[in-house]
């Protein structure tokens, strides 16, 4: 029938609560506000500005991308590779329009991106692609670690990259990196990976509702 031959969506995904999407902003900024003011922050500026001594005003640095959401599957209309197989899976039909709750467990800030980890559920990875992080070249790391919300983007800078950067922040904790502990915050604790990669673990994660369904564009 003609549904069956509708085209596939840009991307599946959960799609945030527009209350808690302002929630969540809210919280990113003031995130920004506090790591721009810290000398740890200042003393690896460079990382962000490509020059010492340079000021960073990191509010303006990200722009945001559209509508909060966390994609499952990036199917580019049925381009992506996987993308028809995804549209077809059981899991997939019997939840869309279901409403879910998202857990928010981290911040994350590098020199190209801002976004926030989201811990899935048992019940949520079953709506997570298989290969999703073999794909980012992340094949040791559990099903579910690219999962995120992208928040922002440095100019120039593609919200595809926002997974990448939480991927390259597990490997690194994989491989035994603890990073650099820089303070509790009252958000919860900061830690510095290096090459610009900040990570704020949250003391609550934000509990967020959302409707799996997908985006046309
Ligand atoms: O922020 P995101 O997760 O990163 O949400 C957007 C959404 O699809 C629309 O562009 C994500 N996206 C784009 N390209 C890819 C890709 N090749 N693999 C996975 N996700 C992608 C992007």
């Not at 998202?102 to 899935?120: D, E, H």
């Not at 794909?135 to 790391?141: D, F």
Request: aromatic share 10%.
């Amino acid at each position: 029938g003609q549904l069956e031959e509708m085209s596939l969506p840009l991307y599946f995904g959960w799609f945030l609560l527009s209350s808690i999407q302002d929630k969540v902003r809210c919280t990113a900024m003031d995130f920004l506000k506090t790591l721009d003011t810290l000398e740890a922050f200042k003393k690896h500026l460079i990382d962000f500005t490509g020059k010492a001594e340079k000021e960073v005003d990191l509010e303006q640095y990200f722009e945001a991308k559209g509508t909060l959401h966390c994609t499952t599957k990036f199917c580019d209309y049925g381009k992506a590779e996987g993308a028809k197989d995804y549209a077809e899976k059981p899991a997939v039909k019997d939840f869309y329009g279901s409403a879910f709750e998202l857990s928010l467990s981290a911040l994350f800030v590098t020199p190209r991106t801002v976004g926030a980890r989201v811990s899935l559920t048992e019940e949520q990875l079953l709506l997570w692609p298989a290969d999703a992080e073999k794909e980012a070249g992340s094949a040791s790391l559990p099903l579910g670690s690219r999962a995120h919300v992208t928040l922002g983007c440095a100019e120039g800078v593609e919200p595809v990259q926002t997974g990448l950067d939480l991927l390259e922040i597990l490997a690194l904790q994989q491989e035994g990196h603890q990073g650099e502990l820089i303070e509790e915050m009252e958000l919860g604790s900061l830690t510095y990976y290096g090459e610009g990669r900040w990570l704020l673990s949250l003391r609550e994660p934000i509990c967020s509702s959302a409707c799996f369904s997908s985006f046309y564009g």
